[in-house]
C-alpha cells in the first residue's frame, strides 16, 4: 500500500494555459474524490468518483473544470484557459467502498499546488 | 447547509501542555466526524473519527476526541503537546444521508513553544 500518489506536485503556469493534474489512488479504492483548498481555508470538495462514473459535482467546478477516471484506476482533473483565482492545492483522496455504506476513510494525497502567474 | 466552524485561527501552546481545539457543525442529523491533522506541505491525515457509539473516541499520536450532541460540537484534545504537533488541524464532517463528501472548517493552525 503505497498510498494515493498525486503527479506533478507543483505547478506554475501562465494565465490561459490548460492544465491537467493526475491522481493515482489506493489500490482496489473504489471511490475517488478531488478537493480545492485555497489559503487559510479547509478543503473544499469538487468532484467524487465511483468507479469510473462521476457521481457528484459541486458548483464549484465550472466548465472550465473536467474530471475523468476512465478506467476506475487513476484520474485526471483538467483546468482550461486558467485564470489566477485557479492558484491552490488541488488534493485527491480516496476510499474503499465499505458495505454501501459512506462510513469508509477517506485517504489523501500530497496534493498539486498550482499557480497561475 | 452543513457547515462547520473552528473558531480558533492560531494557537500557540508550550511543548508538554495541555490542547484542546474547538470544532462546531451545523446539521440537523448526527453527521460523521473527523479530524485530520496537514503539515506543511503535505495532504491530510486523519487522526481520529466518529461515526455512532462511545462519544470519546481515541486517535492516533494520543489524540482523543469528545462528541458532545447537546453542544454541536467535537472537540480534540491532546493532554501533553509535543513539538512535533505543530501543524493545521482540520475538522470535518459528512452527512449521514449517504452523502460522500466531506465538508471541513477552515482550520487552526498550532504552533508548540519549547
Known amino acids: 500500500d503505497t498510498g494515493v500518489s498525486q503527479d506533478p506536485r507543483h505547478k506554475i503556469t501562465k494565465r490561459g494555459q490548460n492544465v491537467t493534474f493526475r491522481c493515482d489512488p489506493i489500490?482496489?479504492?473504489?471511490?475517488l474524490y478531488w478537493y480545492r483548498q485555497t489559503l487559510g481555508q479547509g478543503p473544499e470538495f469538487l468532484t467524487y468518483?465511483?468507479?469510473?462514473?462521476?457521481?457528484?459535482k459541486s458548483r464549484l467546478l465550472s466548465d472550465r473544470f473536467s474530471a475523468e477516471r476512465p478506467k476506475g484506476s487513476f484520474s485526471t482533473l483538467e483546468i482550461q484557459r486558467t485564470e489566477q483565482g485557479d492558484s491552490a492545492m488541488y488534493l485527491c483522496?480516496?476510499?474503499?467502498?465499505?458495505?454501501?455504506?459512506?462510513?469508509?476513510?477517506?485517504?489523501f494525497g500530497p496534493g498539486t499546488r498550482l499557480l497561475v502567474l | 447547509a452543513q457547515s462547520v466552524t473552528q473558531p480558533d485561527i492560531h494557537i500557540t501552546v508550550s511543548e508538554g501542555a495541555s490542547l484542546e481545539l474547538r470544532c462546531n457543525y451545523s446539521?440537523?442529523?448526527?453527521?460523521?466526524l473527523f479530524w485530520y491533522v496537514q503539515s506543511p506541505g503535505q495532504g491530510l491525515q486523519l487522526l481520529l473519527k466518529?461515526?455512532?457509539?462511545?462519544?470519546l473516541v481515541q486517535g492516533i499520536k494520543g489524540f482523543e476526541a469528545e462528541f458532545k450532541r447537546s453542544q454541536s460540537s467535537f472537540n480534540l484534545r491532546k493532554p501533553s503537546v509535543h513539538w512535533s504537533d505543530a501543524a493545521e488541524y482540520f475538522c470535518?464532517?459528512?452527512?449521514?444521508?449517504?452523502?460522500?463528501?466531506?465538508?471541513f472548517g477552515a482550520g487552526t493552525r498550532l504552533a508548540v513553544h519549547p
Open positions: 483522496a480516496s476510499s474503499p467502498l465499505s458495505g454501501g455504506t459512506p462510513r469508509e476513510t477517506q485517504y
Open positions: 489500490s482496489e479504492h473504489n471511490r
Open positions: 468518483f465511483q468507479n469510473e462514473a462521476q457521481l457528484e
Open positions: 446539521y440537523g442529523a448526527t453527521p460523521y
Open positions: 466518529y461515526f455512532s457509539g462511545d462519544t
Open positions: 470535518a464532517v459528512r452527512p449521514s444521508g449517504g452523502y460522500n463528501k466531506l465538508i
